[in-house]
C-alpha cells in the first residue's frame, strides 16, 4: 500500500464550482501535511501547510482528521487559473528526519 | 533568493552513457532531496542529505544511481550506466533542516535516454 494516496481524477469542473479533493495516509507517526500544486511541465510549489484546527486561505480550505489519516482540499469558485495537479504530501519522522512523502497528485480541469 | 537551481534543464543521451544532474540549494536549507517523477510512479524520493551527509539511499533504484554533496551549496546525482528506462524529470528540493516546513523545488532536469 503506498504510503500517500489520492484519487488521480481528472476532475473535469466548469467555472465557480466548488471542488474537493482527499488524501489518505498510511504512517501514523506522520507531522506535518501540505498541499502542492503542480502545472503542466513545473515544478510542485507549495499552495499551502494544513494545520489541525484546518485552515482557510482564500478560496481554499484544507483540514485535517489524525484519528482518521485523512487529508482534504476544497476549492470554492473555481477558477481556470486552478487547473493543475494537487499533490497531497505528508512530513513523516525518520531516521531523525522529517521525509516529505507525496501523492501521486489529483488532476484538476476548469472549463468555461 | 534565486531558490534551488538545478542543470541541465534537459538532457537527452544514449543508453550507456553517464549522466550528472546537478543542484544547487536554497542557501541555509540543511537538507537536499533528489525526486524523479513519472507517469507510472509519481515523484519518488532517490536519496537524501542532512549537512551534506547522506541520511537515506534506500529510494536509489539501483547501484548505476549514485550521489554526492560534496558542501553545502551543490549536490550531484550520476546514473552510469543510463538506461532508457532512467527517463524521467528529476527534481531536486531542499528545507531547513529545523523543524518540520515544506521543500522547496527545483525547476527539475528532464531526462531522455534514447
Known amino acids: 500500500r503506498k504510503e500517500v494516496e489520492q484519487d488521480p481524477g481528472p476532475f473535469n469542473v466548469p467555472e465557480g464550482a466548488t471542488v474537493a479533493f482527499n488524501c489518505t495516509y498510511s504512517?501514523?507517526?506522520?507531522?506535518?501535511f501540505f498541499w502542492y500544486r503542480q502545472d503542466c511541465r513545473k515544478e510542485p510549489k507549495l499552495l499551502m501547510s494544513?494545520?489541525?484546527s484546518g485552515n482557510e486561505d482564500g478560496r481554499f480550505t484544507a483540514q485535517l482528521n489524525r484519528a482518521s489519516q485523512y487529508i482534504s482540499l476544497l476549492i470554492r469558485d473555481s477558477k481556470l487559473s486552478d487547473s493543475a495537479t494537487y499533490l497531497c504530501v505528508v512530513n513523516s519522522r525518520a531516521g531523525g528526519s522529517y521525509i516529505p512523502t507525496f501523492g501521486r497528485g489529483t488532476s484538476l480541469i476548469v472549463h468555461p | 533568493d534565486a531558490g534551488v537551481i538545478q542543470s541541465p534543464r534537459h538532457e537527452v543521451t544514449e543508453m550507456g552513457q553517464e549522466v550528472t544532474l546537478r543542484c544547487k540549494p536554497i542557501?541555509?536549507?540543511?537538507?537536499l532531496f533528489w525526486y524523479r517523477q513519472t507517469m507510472m510512479r509519481g515523484l519518488e524520493l532517490l536519496i537524501y542529505f542532512n549537512n551534506n551527509v547522506p541520511i537515506d539511499d534506500s529510494g536509489m533504484p539501483e547501484d548505476r544511481f549514485s550521489a554526492k554533496m560534496p558542501n553545502a551549496s551543490f549536490s550531484t546525482l550520476k546514473i552510469q550506466p543510463s538506461e532508457p528506462r532512467d527517463s524521467a524529470v528529476y527534481f531536486c528540493?531542499?528545507?531547513?533542516?529545523?523543524?518540520?516546513?515544506?521543500?522547496?523545488f527545483g525547476q527539475g532536469t528532464r531526462l531522455t535516454v534514447v
Open positions: 528540493a531542499s528545507r531547513e533542516q529545523v523543524g518540520n516546513t515544506e521543500a522547496f
Open positions: 494544513v494545520y489541525s
Open positions: 542557501s541555509g536549507h540543511n537538507s
Open positions: 504512517n501514523s507517526a506522520s507531522q506535518s
